[in-house]
C-alpha cells in the first residue's frame, strides 16, 4: 500500500454505527445482519471496518476475496466470514478448508468440491431469482438443492439470493423477485429442507422498504452511508450519515509568479495577473484526476482553490486570493473545512462517474485514520 504521510482519509465509525442501527430498524429487530466488506470495505479500509462492525455487534462478514477474509482472521476478527462467489473450485475448498464459508453456484462446483473435502465444511448456495449473474436459476433451484445436500461433506448452513437494482423505478420487478424468493424457501421447508441462514435483502431491497421472510440480510452500501440507486431518490437515503469523512493532503510547496511570468503549469502561461500556485503530494497516482473542461475545487484555510493540474505524484492549486497560505497547511480533497464543504456527490459529478467509482479509486491510495483518532 502506497501511505503518503502528508496525506489521509478519515472514517467516521459513529457514521457507521448510526447506519447499521438505522438498517437493524429497517430490516426489522430480529433479522440477522451479514455486513457486506468487499473491496476494502468499498475503499474505506476493511481492517478498520471490520474492527469496528465486529465491536459494534454484526452476525457475520461477506467479502468477494479470500486475501481479504486472511487478512481479517488474522488481525483478531472472530466473526464468520462469508465469501461471495469468488474464484476456481480449488480456491473455494481452500477457503472451506480454512473456515470460511464459500458459496457454492451451481452443481457443478459443489460436487467438486464435495469431493475434494476430506470432511465436513459450512458452505452456502446461491439461488439467482432474476439478476442474471451468479447463482443456480430458480426455476431448477429445487433440484440444485435437493442433489447438493445428498453430496458429501457440504453442511448448508445458508441460502441466499441477490436482487439489486439501480433504477428506483425497477422496484416493482425486485420485489416481485423478493417474493418468489420467499415462495421457493417456503416450499423447500414444506419438502422438509430448512437452512440455519436464509438471505435475499441488500441495501436497494431494504431502502426501498420492502419486508421479506427471510433469516437475515447482507448490506453494503447502506453501512457506508452510500446510495445503491443511480439517482439520489427515497427516503431512506437521507437518514444515512457518510462514514468516508474526508480526504486530506498538505501544501509542501508554494510558488509566487508575478504578473508577466510565463509559467506552464495548468496552461497559465504569459500571466495577467501575478499568481501563487500551491504542490501537493497527491496525483493520479492515488486515483486523483483533473477532468479536462470542468473546474474542481479543493479547500484550503476554508476557501475553495481551482484545481491547476494533476499529474503522476502531484497536484496544483491556485492560491490566488487565500491569504496567508503556508506550507504545511491542510488541503481537504474531500470533505468540509469551516463553512466549505466537498461531498463525494461534488467530486463524482467532476469526475464523470458514480460517489462508488470515487472510493474505489482512492482506495488504498491514502493511510485510513478515524475520525476519534484525528480529533483526539
Ligand atoms: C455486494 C453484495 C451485497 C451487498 O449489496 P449492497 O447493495 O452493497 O448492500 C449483497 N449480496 C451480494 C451477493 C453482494 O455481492
Redesign the pocket.
Known sequence: MNLEKASYAEIDLGALAHNLSYVQQLAGQDKQIIA?I?ANAYGHDVLLVAKALQEIGVDALAT?SLDEARLLRTQGITLPILL?AFSTPRLTVQAAIEGYIPTLTNLKVATTVANALKKPAAVYLKVDVGLGRLGEPINTARYFVEEVVNLPNLRVDGIYT?V?FAQVSKSDWAERKLQSFDRFITDLGNAGYTFPLTQAM???CLLAGFLDQSSAV?????LYGLS?FESDSGEGINHLKPVMKSVKSKLIHIAHHAKGSDIAVGGLYGLERAHTVGVLPVGMAHGFCRPPGKDMPVLVRGQKCRVLSVSLEHTTIDLSGIDGADTGDSVTLLGRDAEEIITLATLADAWGIQPLEVLMRLSGKFSVRTAETQAS
Open positions: 457486506s468487499k468477494g461471495f441477490h439489486p441488500a441495501s436497494c447482507c448490506v453494503g452500501h447502506a445503491p
